[in-house]
């Protein structure tokens, strides 16, 4: 270890330097130790879920779940660059991360001769299916922090529909108004997670980007796209398909597509293939160096839970948005009722959408808010999901003019995927916390005035969303603190824009790491070494500090009643 710098202190006199050397980064020491000594007892680490299961099976009886380590990447040191740059770090970072910490658990279990792991590095965990015993075992491992069930969903449900005015849904949010300027989605990237998509469909086929970089299925059913089920194929239509059938379908035509099968061809999804999926977008090619993840991922799918807050999905989901890449969730069909949200469409940072009808009123079985999860107004905002028309399956390419008419939120939230490949096509350089908060700001507002549970922000208009972006400076406030993202809005910059409790002139909290008031340090100091020299009378200590070299620090000592005070820099 590199030496502190040391402080000599006579009795009832201020400090004063002693020598120069490099300070060490006290962060680095606590993760360290974290690293080392961070215990904890299986009661913490096995979710109830689990526990019930492995109390009512056999020592030698095999369940899959799903490993998380404690120790994470911190994305937030990752911001303000460009994508091309922002991305490659995030993926290296992540990787390293796993690399070194779970060397430990993957050598437990190759040693307990476990044939199933899958390496999560997107989340700082492992994929395992093992005996009971071993899972008890691989508990009271240090630095483990969860082990839960690898549980299972459905593929949502598409509702009933009946045929209705062609393309009236791409008209209602404008999207032919943004075609006219030019902007069809050209040079963006969209992906799914779903069913998979129907390759030989005329509306989807010459989409597809192509390469082994493109399609993921983690069941390893198919190697090219497939769609054995349609959801997939028909949510892709809304966002991508053309006029082959005779009429506008997609709401960004130009665009190209890939796509990750988490559902298998029995319509069932295990949690982590959905890992799985998230992971690969992130890094299609498995190359740090090459930029080809999406610029934007829909998700028509959600958890059964209704009104329950699960995080299961949300690491991945953040470190998608950290690295730039927008992704959309369809909110539910649970209506009419208030409180029926699911996750992860109601995760904090999630950008849920509702579904409306021919007359933008919100349709009965859309789910409502508040987010079950942080108590904010849910859906985000809503779109067409009434009386779709949209691309369905050829079964092989046989009925290549194969068409259907679909309802249900998974068909809303490829209208706001779409939008956001529209607004990108526009504004290549636009941040996603501009992008999320112009289609917010531009909605048009339904049902009582300003945001609400039943609609959002209100129903997505691209082509306000595109005057928005044009006319004005965005302002952002991701945490409601009341301090904006971006230089040159009303107040002073904040410097975390997703922590509430971090802003310019915030309380600072010694010793946990954190730049509460974003003057770019912790205060945090670490004394490692103290020695009382009685012939000299003059106390000598070795201390570290996050600060940075050149910033100011003021010492106090004490001398009968009055206090001193000494700057020095280090």
């Given amino acids: 270890m ?30 360290l130790l974290t690293c080392v000594t961070g215990f904890s007892s299986e009661a913490e680490v096995i979710d109830p879920n689990l526990e019930s299961v492995l109390q009512s099976s056999t020592s030698d009886e095999e369940i899959s779940v799903i490993v998380t380590l404690a120790d994470k990447a911190d994305l937030k040191e990752f911001k303000n660059a460009d994508k091309a740059f922002l991305r490659p770090m995030i993926i290296r970072a992540l990787k390293n991360k796993a690399d070194l910490t779970q060397v430990p658990v993957q050598a437990f279990l190759k040693a307990k001769g476990v044939k199933r792991v899958v390496t999560l590095w997107l989340i700082n965990g492992v994929a395992v299916t093992a005996p009971a015993d071993v899972l008890h075992e691989l508990a ?91 959801h997939g194929t028909q949510t892709m239509g809304i966002i991508v398909g053309g006029d082959a ?35 690969w977008l992130l890094d299609p090619d498995g190359s740090a160096d090459t930029n080809d993840a999406p610029d934007v991922v829909n998700n028509s799918w959600g958890l059964d839970s209704v009104n329950g807050c699960s995080t299961e999905f949300q690491p991945d989901i953040q470190a998608l948005k950290a690295s730039g890449v927008a992704v959309t969730f369809s909110a539910g069909n649970y209506g009419p009722n208030q409180s029926t949200s699911v996750s992860p469409a109601n995760n904090s940072g999630s ?16 789910s409502r808010g508040l987010s079950a999860c942080d108590g904010t107004v849910y859906p985000e905002v809503v779109a067409p999901g009434v009386n779709i028309r949209t691309t369905d399956l050829t079964f092989g390419g046989v009925f290549r003019d194969s068409y259907v008419n679909v309802s249900g939120t998974s068909f809303a939230a490829p209208h706001v995927s779409g939008a956001m490949a529209l607004l990108f096509d526009a504004f290549p350089d636009l941040t996603l916390s501009e992008l999320e908060s112009a289609l917010k700001q531009s909605s048009t507002d339904l049902g009582s005035t300003g945001p609400d549970n039943d ?28 301090y904006f993202a971006e230089s040159g809005c009303s107040t002073a910059q904040d410097c975390s824009d997703d922590d509430l409790t971090v802003y310019p002139n915030a309380p600072e909290t010694k010793h946990d790491g954190i ?53 020095t820099k280090w």
């Fill in 455 to 482: 609609h959002g922000y209100g129903l997505v208009d691209v082509m306000k969303a595109y005057e928005f972006i044009s006319n004005s400076v965005i302002c952002t406030d991701s945490d409601g603190d009341g």
């Fill in 2 to 31: 590199k030496k502190g710098r040391y402080l000599e202190m006579k009795k009832g006199d201020a400090m004063r330097p002693f020598n120069t050397a490099k300070i060490v980064s006290v962060i680095v020491i606590s993760l």
């Fill in 140 to 230: 009271r491992l240090p630095g483990i922090e969860s082990i839960r069930l690898d549980n299972k969903l459905s593929v949502p449900e598409v509702l009933s529909a009946i045929p209705a005015v062609s393309e009236w849904n791409i008209n209602v949010i404008r999207a032919p108004e943004l075609w006219a300027l030019g902007h069809t989605g050209l040079n963006v990237v969209v992906a799914s997670m779903d069913t998979g998509v129907d390759i030989n469909h005329p509306d989807l086929n010459t989409k597809w980007r192509g390469g082994t970089n493109s399609w993921f299925d983690p069941n390893g059913q198919h190697s090219a796209p497939y769609d054995a089920v349609g």
């Fill in 351 to 366: 950008f849920a959408t509702g579904a409306t009808d021919y007359l933008n009123q919100i349709a009965s079985f859309s």
């Fill in 515 to 567: 730049d509460q008031d974003c003057n770019r340090y912790d205060l945090t100091i670490n004394i490692l070494k103290a020695l009382y020299t009685k012939k000299r009378d003059t106390l000598s200590v070795e201390a570290t500090t996050a600060l940075e070299r050149n910033a100011n620090m003021t010492l106090y000592g004490n001398e009968s009643t009055e206090e001193k005070k000494q700057t």
């Fill in 245 to 279: 059938g005779g009429t506008a379908i997609g709401v960004a035509p130009g665009v190209e597509w890939i796509a990750v099968k988490i559902f298998n061809d029995s319509g069932v999804a295990i949690y982590s293939a959905i890992h799985q999926g998230f992971q």
